[in-house]
C-alpha cells in the first residue's frame, strides 16, 4: 500500500533564509504523481507544487522547489527566502495513477515556523 | 486556480441531530469530489469519494449510514452528519477535480468546523 511519511513535525527557521521539509514515499507503482500543500491556521489547503514520476527535471513555483530523488522515494519541498507569511502546516501527499482513482494520500505534516 | 466553495465553514450543532455541509465547484464541472476528514493537530484522512451520479465510496471504517454523501449534480456534493456526536467534532474539508486530470491539483474548500455539542 502506498505510504507518505514526514519525519519532522516542527521546523523552525529564520526569516530570508531557506527550509527544506522532507518527504518520502512509498508505491510499487511506476505512475504517480506528489503534491505539496499549505495549511495556515484558517484551515484552506493551498496547492503549491507538484512533480510527476516521469519528469525529468525537479518541479519548481516560484520561492517553492522540489527536491525529487525517484531511488531514494524522497521529495522534500524547499522553500527559499522565507517569509513570515510562510508560518503554517504543510503536507506532502501521493497520487497513484494505476488506482483508477483520484484520491490523495497525505503524510502527517511539518509545522513551518518563520522568525523574524 | 478553479475555486472550491464550502459551507459553512463553522458550524455549532446539538447531540443528535444532523448536520449538511455544501462543496461547491464555482468555475469548472467535478465529476469527482473527495471527502476528508481532520482532528486536531493531526493530518487529513479520506473518508469519501463520490462521483458525479453514482454511489459514493466509503474508505475503511467510515460509516456510510453515518455520513451521507451525495453528489448529484457536477459543481455540488454534499457530506450530510448523521445524528451527530461530540466525537463527530471535527474539521471537515473538500476537495474537487475534473477526471483523468492526473497531472492536476485537486482544489480544497475552505473547510467546516463542526462542534458538536
Known amino acids: 500500500a502506498q505510504k507518505i511519511t514526514q519525519t519532522q513535525p516542527g521546523m523552525f527557521v529564520q526569516e530570508k533564509e531557506a527550509v527544506t521539509l522532507d518527504c518520502t514515499y512509498d508505491t510499487s507503482d511506476p505512475s504517480y504523481g506528489l503534491f505539496w500543500y499549505k495549511q495556515p491556521s484558517s484551515g484552506e489547503m493551498i496547492f503549491l507544487i507538484y512533480q510527476g514520476s516521469y519528469d525529468q527535471q525537479n518541479a519548481t513555483e516560484g520561492r517553492y522547489s522540489l527536491n525529487f530523488q525517484k531511488a531514494r522515494k524522497s521529495a522534500n519541498l524547499v522553500i527559499s527566502a522565507s517569509q513570515l507569511g510562510d508560518s503554517a502546516m504543510y503536507f506532502c501527499a501521493m497520487r497513484e495513477a494505476s488506482m483508477n482513482t483520484d484520491k490523495l494520500i497525505f503524510g502527517t505534516g511539518t509545522r513551518l515556523q518563520v522568525f523574524p | 486556480g478553479a475555486v472550491v466553495s464550502q459551507h459553512p465553514s463553522r458550524v455549532i450543532c446539538k447531540s443528535g441531530t444532523s448536520v449538511k455541509i455544501e462543496c461547491r465547484s464555482l468555475?469548472?464541472?467535478?465529476?469527482?469530489m473527495f471527502w476528508y476528514r481532520q482532528f486536531p493537530k493531526q493530518s487529513l484522512m479520506l473518508m469519501a469519494t463520490s462521483n458525479e451520479g453514482s454511489k459514493a465510496t466509503y474508505e475503511q471504517g467510515v460509516e456510510k449510514d453515518k455520513f451521507l454523501i451525495n453528489h448529484a449534480s457536477l459543481t455540488l456534493s454534499t457530506l450530510t452528519v448523521t445524528s451527530a456526536h461530540p466525537e463527530d467534532s471535527s474539521f471537515y474539508i473538500c476537495?474537487?477535480?475534473?477526471?483523468?486530470?492526473?497531472?492536476?491539483?485537486?482544489?480544497f474548500g475552505q473547510g467546516t468546523r463542526l462542534t458538536v455539542v
Open positions: 476537495s474537487a477535480k475534473t477526471w483523468g486530470q492526473q497531472n492536476t491539483e485537486a482544489f
Open positions: 468555475d469548472f464541472q467535478a465529476t469527482t
